[in-house]
């Protein structure tokens, strides 16, 4: 039980440290395509208690591990307003697609440290697994995640978009202990982590 929780912790850790670049691409990009308000309200940061979320960033990802459930997860939203971003619900999709993007990039650059550091593999290997399953598991297209802002530019009723957000987290748990998509997202998350290891590490 000791080994569950110290590996539970530094689950949470890493969660927490790659939820930073994954908000702060959002803030990012929201910002170059003309909406202030990331900026405005602190968000175009790499400082991690500035992107923290502590239910979704520390308590469900703790216990999510810790019980051997499918670990997830989520950062504190980016506000945009999609009237001020160049290309309206276009540019939304932008902003959201730019925080998983930033995930498979950072697993990336975590493979390539790797190979300069091997005694640090099995842990950046981790980091790099929970990264792209971070960005897998944003790209839902259920509110709040990432993947919602698709069903905006689709121009879905924003009434309908706005009620399907009131059952969201309800649908998400559903989804992810209710069907194989949880374990699915797991095993590709682990086979691409694999695959860019074993591209730095010949």
């Not at 990336?108 to 290997?125: D, Y």
Request: proline residues 5%; charged residues 10%.
């Amino acid at each position: 039980m000791q080994t569950n929780v110290a590996q539970a912790i530094l689950d949470v850790i890493i969660f927490w440290l790659l939820t930073t670049p994954h908000e702060f691409a959002h803030a990012w990009v929201a910002d170059r395509l003309g909406d202030d308000t990331p900026r405005l309200e602190g968000r175009v940061t790499l400082n991690p208690l500035a992107h923290v979320d502590w239910m979704g960033t520390v308590l469900v990802p703790l216990l999510s591990s810790l019980f051997g459930g499918v670990f997830f997860g989520w950062g504190k939203a980016v506000n945009t307003n999609p009237a001020r971003l160049r290309g309206g619900y276009n540019g939304l999709v932008a902003v959201a697609v730019a925080g998983p993007a930033s995930n498979v990039v950072f697993a990336g650059l975590l493979a390539l440290i790797g190979s300069f550091w091997p005694a640090g593999t099995e842990m950046l290997f981790r980091a790099a697994y929970i990264s792209l399953f971070l960005a897998l598991f944003n790209m839902i297209p259920i509110p709040p995640l990432d993947g919602s802002k698709f069903l905006l530019a689709a121009r879905i009723p924003v009434a309908a978009y706005i009620e399907l957000s009131r059952f969201g987290f309800l649908l998400l748990m559903v989804l992810m202990y209710s069907t194989g998509i949880g374990r699915w997202m797991s095993e590709a998350s682990y086979m691409g982590a694999l695959q860019m290891f074993r591209l730095f590490h010949v």
